[in-house]
Every structure is written in C-alpha cells, then in structure tokens.
C-alpha cells in the first residue's frame, strides 16, 4: 500500500523549498558556531579576565543556561507571531550576543552576552527544524529537517578550524564576533522567505497559506495538502502549557522528552566539549595532535550527517536510532574497556580514537539527526511550538548536567565507569525506542497527527 501523501504533488523544479530549507538552516550553523566555538576562546579570555577554573565553567555553561531559557519561552512566539518572526527575532538576538561578547570589557559583561547568545541558540535550535518541517513535502522532509543538523555539524567544525586559525593572534573577540555575520545573513534572508502555511491556516489564513504552497511545491494543485491541514485543527490553538499534559498529547509528550534527554545523557557533548581532553587522558600527549584529532572528530560527525541525509527518508527513522544506538553503546563500552585496561597503554590513545570516531559517528546518524526531526513531526499543529519547546528545554537542561558533571564524574567513579555509564545510558535509549518511538517515513504532518490520536488510517510503514 502507497502513503497516501504520496498525494502531495512537489514540482521537481521547485528549487525555492531548497532555498527555504538552505536559509533557515543558518540558526543550525549559528547553534554549532556558538556552542563549539568557547573551547578555543576560553584559553585566552581566560589570561585577559584572570578567570578561575570555577569562572571559565560559569562562562561556558551560561550558554547552556541561557539555551534552556530560550527554548523555555521561545513556543510561545512560535505559536502567536509564528515560526518565521521567531526566527528573525532569534537572528537579532545572535547578533547583538555576538557583537555584545566580542566587546565586553569585563567578565559581567561577557557573562550577559553568553546568555543572550544562549537564548538565541536555544530558540533556533527548535524553531529552524519546526519551520523547515512544516514548508517541506513528505517524501524529503527528513532530509531537509536534518539540513539543519547537518548545519549544526558544519558550524561546530568551523568553529574549531576558525579558533585554530585565530588562536596566533589571540584573536578570541574575533572568534565570538564572527558569528554575526551567518545571523546577520539569516535576519535578512528569513525576512524574504514566507510564513509556514501550517502556521497560516492555523490563523485562519488560508488564503496566504495557498499562496505559499504553490510557491514552495512548484505547482497550482494544493487544495489536498489545505485540506488536509484544516481538517487535522479541529480544536484552536494551544494557549498554555497545561495542554501538554492532556491524555491526548501524553504519547508526544513521552516521544520528545525521552528522546531529548538520551540525546544529551549518553553524552555526546563530553565529546564535542572535551574531546582534546579525552584525547590528552589518552595518551596524546601534544595538545596540537588532541586539537587535530578533535577537529577529526568533528568532521566525521559531518560526513555521518550527509549519510543520515541520505538513509532517512529511505530506510526511516526507527532503524537509523535502532542500529546507531547499537554503535553508540559499541563505541562507549569499548572506550571505557580501553581506559580499564591498562595492559593497552601504548595502544590506548588509538584505541580510544577509534571508539570516540565509531560513537560519534554512530551518534551522527542516529540520535543527532533523528532527536530533532521526529519532535518537528510528532506534536499536533495547535501545540507544535509548546510541545518542540518542552522538548528542547529539556535537551538543553540535560546537556546542562552532563556539561557540568562530566569532569567531577570521571574523579568519583574514573574513567572506564563514566563512559560505561553513558553506554548504559544508551541500552535505556535502545529499549525506549524499540517500544515507543513511532515511524513517521512518508507520512504527512496531518497523517502522523492522525496516527498519534487515534483517527488516522493506519500507518502502512508499522
Ligand atoms: C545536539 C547537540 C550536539 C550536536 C553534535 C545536536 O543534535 O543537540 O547537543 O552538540 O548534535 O553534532
């Protein structure tokens, strides 16, 4: 049997969807830029502010902190003033954080300007993957979503190169600076892209939503897919977060906060955080070899992206995180082994290369990608804002915790046991997908809806 969103009609010369998806992909790039980026500047504003160790955590985690409190209060916006003026509002805030940062005279200064670095990071990071899901057909919507975090991969990996290439100079204003330029580029773009036509008819603007579609689809014939989308709103929008906790909703609400939180707990940023540390406990002794192998690490993490761009609209969702997960827990287990046995001393800085390479790139194309395309596609159109918000604040929060326990961790329980117990974490994350984690390959948004509440067809892809 053929998804009936096959019905969905996309010109195959509609290169302005690509051009929808390309744009807004920038907040993915700014979130990577700006999250990687601090590894390489703390050393210097380390030596200008005099920071202790206790002040370089609070520098590096108010990002964090400020993402939490962005992604707490950013559905709201998404929902009233839409996806597209959320956005924008974002691209201001990253650029007066990067100007703000690059200035800042002291460290009070700096600490404000990472929290609204932080906001702006912890609004894209939901809303881009919300508004590239709900402009893009069916069929390609998963590669299109994991556009942005291909983006994300992307700016990490510059941000690293741009930090070593900065790192002479001592240039760490310029490292934090430069980020205004991508915003800048997305504040300008998103003003000429259009609204999200799910988020126009949820407003009555149907009218305007057609318009949009026929553009971004390429052809004349969308009175379906409208159809569709007015049919799935059956109750009005959302004002509160009290809806999240209706029986109705419970499923998503499950699906996106699990995941959020395996997303961060099997720890991924100890890596992209730390990795020139883990390197240097390793054995790699030349701190350029670590930043080298880091930056090796990095790129894996792109090149897996483009694989999981390539597989997931084919193979779906469910076996990307089904086998990925498997290679995380692999790639962690074996990294602890490495650690436990000291017999391997000579070999251990290869061992541990080779674990973090087969866990980061397992990660790249399972939970990485597959976290933030399934909470896009999983919450009914008149929550979608509330409930990717929930999601996200709840990653960020995680993220928070590994950030800040990572290295008091390997003190109390040593190495082997921190990364044995992320791969722990991760056999959690396995059996949490194997039961609830739902396929949404092929599916319209207003399908998957259906299937979720009980009034669908039934999802021929179970
Ligand atoms: C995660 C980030 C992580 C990045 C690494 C994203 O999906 O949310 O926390 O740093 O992937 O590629």
Wanted: no cysteine.
């Amino acid at each position: 049997m053929q998804p009936e969103s096959s019905a969905i009609r996309v010109s195959k010369k509609s290169s302005f969807l690509y051009i929808v998806a390309g744009i807004s992909a920038l907040g993915g790039l700014l979130f990577g830029y700006d999250t990687g980026v601090i590894s390489g500047a703390l050393l210097f504003i380390k030596n200008d502010f005099h920071l202790t160790t206790f002040l370089q955590e609070i520098v590096v985690s108010f990002l964090l902190i400020g993402a939490v409190i962005g992604a707490t209060l950013g559905g709201i916006p998404a929902d009233r003033i839409g996806r597209r003026a959320t956005i924008i509002m974002s691209a201001i805030l990253f650029i007066v954080g990067a100007i703000g940062t690059a200035l800042a005279p002291n460290v009070a200064w700096l600490l404000v300007g990472r929290i609204v670095v932080g906001i702006a990071v912890g609004v894209a990071s939901f809303v881009t993957p919300l508004y590239i899901s709900e402009v893009s057909p069916p069929q390609i919507r998963g590669a299109l979503v994991s556009l942005n975090q291909l983006a994300i991969t992307v700016g990490i990996v510059v941000s690293y190169l741009v930090d070593y290439a900065l790192a002479g100079i001592e240039g760490w204003r310029w490292m934090l600076g430069l980020a205004a330029v991508p915003a800048a580029i997305l504040a300008v773009g998103m003003w000429f892209m259009p609204n999200s036509p799910r988020w126009l008819v949820s407003y009555n603007r149907t009218f305007q939503a057609r318009i949009v579609l026929q553009r971004i689809r390429g052809t004349e014939d969308v009175d379906q897919e409208i159809q569709d989308i007015h049919e799935s709103l059956v109750e009005k929008h959302s004002k509160n977060w009290s809806e999240l906790l209706n029986p109705s909703i419970r499923p998503a609400l499950i699906v996106g906060v699990g995941l959020a939180a395996f997303q961060q707990l099997t720890g991924i940023n100890t890596v992209i955080y730390y990795a020139p540390t883990i390197f240097q406990m390793a054995g790699f002794k030349s701190a350029g070899v670590s930043i080298l192998a880091t930056v090796g690490v990095g790129i894996v993490n792109v090149l897996m992206t483009l694989v999981a761009i390539w597989l997931i609209d084919r193979v779906g969702r469910r076996a990307l995180l089904l086998y990925g997960i498997i290679g995380m827990v692999i790639g962690l287990g074996t990294l602890g082994l490495a650690f436990q046995l000291s017999a391997l001393a000579g070999a251990l800085g290869w061992i541990a290369a080779g674990s973090l390479m087969l866990y980061i790139g397992s990660f790249a194309v399972s939970l990485g990608p597959v976290f933030w395309l399934l909470v896009s596609e999983i919450y009914p159109l008149r929550v979608r804002g509330l409930g990717m918000s929930a999601a996200s604040m709840v990653n960020w929060g995680t993220n928070l915790v590994v950030a800040l326990t990572f290295l008091t961790l390997i003190d109390i329980v040593g190495r082997p046991g921190t990364f044995w117990l992320y791969a722990f974490v991760g056999i959690g994350a396995w059996i949490f997908t194997y039961f609830v984690v739902p396929e949404t390959k092929g599916r319209t948004l207003e399908d998957i809806e259906a299937d979720f509440y009980g009034t669908g067809k039934p999802n021929p892809l179970n």
